[in-house]
């Protein structure tokens, strides 16, 4: 959630950040209006908590005659002050509830707009010229990589199998992923993909996002769509001494993909289940701009050896999760579509996550909260179907990246079997 005195002090800030995303201004009146009720609340509690001491002092002291009146005044206002500790109680939760409607304060310079109003930061890489390409589903078909009909049949729409050099793909990208991670100071983490409402809620993946999400009703866990979330929960509840602190975490993520009926419903590039490696970061407020950058530069050192072309965009507002006050896409070239797909994003939160988690550091003022930071290093099976597309050769075999051939056993090119 954002800081609470930022929207007292500066409501104008957070109303300006609504218009920008194409948001609901009237949600930070609404918050304002929950922050007084709930002061007020607590005011009167207050006062007649502090009146039913001094009562009490005064039943003490009374005479035998006095005491009876002042016992029943006791009693009446001991009833005043759980009437009025339930109403603060109510003015609690309304405000917690004002509170968590308003996403993130976007950065100054993120362009306005929805889906289509990103800005182009860079082109990176001449996209290869393919002559009639194929599509990475009859590619993989013809390397017995990717076995959709069975996934359907097995699972569902949107679900696969992954077999033979698919599989062996699945893991070479994976160990390449994390060998990049280790080596840049991230510990490996094998996250789990099942987790807490209220992780799932701290992360900002509940409320707008709640039909993207997988819940298992008997038990009350959520399906992760991404590491991101275990990992920013890893460590709620904390005061974290040393920062930055940094994990790459590899899990199986779920998505129910709703909205997106009739968009890439062949392949492995919009599916409900994936495996992905995700970088994050807890890192101090004032280096939250930085970390962000880095983590652009590692997810571009990583397609980079992958040796693909692609773009690095700044995505509007208006498209942004909630917990995002900045997110950078890289999208990479299918030559079979003639455009460019996102593979990797990366995320500041700045203290959106660790406010509604409780994930603090020492400060010179004292406790104080982390800025929390996520980048995608490789979403496996849409980074398998672009390999496929992007490195595919006019017989049909398919170019094997010089950093990828040491978890292949050396391979150079995969051929159709």
Known sequence: ?????VVRDDPDRVRASQRTRGADESLVDALLAADDARRAAVARADSLRG????????????SAD??????????HLADEVKSAEVDQADADEALREAHLAIPNIVEDGVPPGGENDFVTLETVGTPP?????????????ALKAIDTERGAKVSGA?????????????FALTNLAMAQATGAGFVPVIAPALVKPEIMQ?????????????RLANDDLYLVGTSEVALAGYHSGEI??????????????????????????????RVHWFDKVEMFSYVGVDEARDEHQRLLAWEREFLDKLELAYRVI????????SSAARKFDIEAWFPSQGAYRELTSTSNCTTFQSRRLNIRTRGDKGNEPVATLNGTLCAIARTIACLLDHHQQPNGSVYVPAALRPYLGGREVLTPA
């Open 51 to 62: 009146e039913q001491k001094s009562l009490g002092r005064e039943v003490a002291k009374a």
């Open 314 to 321: 700044d995505v509007a507002a208006g498209d942004l999760g």
């Open 66 to 75: 006095d005491r009876p009146a002042r016992l029943t005044k006791a009693r």
């Open 202 to 214: 701290g992360t900002g993946f509940l409320g707008a996002h709640d039909a993207e999400v997988y």
């Open 240 to 269: 974290l001494e040393e920062l930055p602190l940094r994990y790459a975490g590899f899990s199986s993520c779920f998505r129910r993909e709703a909205g997106s009926y009739g968009k890439d419903t062949k392949g492995i590039i």
């Open 129 to 141: 010229q393919v002559d009639d390409p194929k599509d990475h589903v009859e590619i993989g078909a």
């Open 1 to 5: 959630m954002i800081d609470l005195k």
């Open 158 to 170: 949107r679900f696969y199998f992954l077999t033979g050099i698919g599989a062996q793909l699945e």
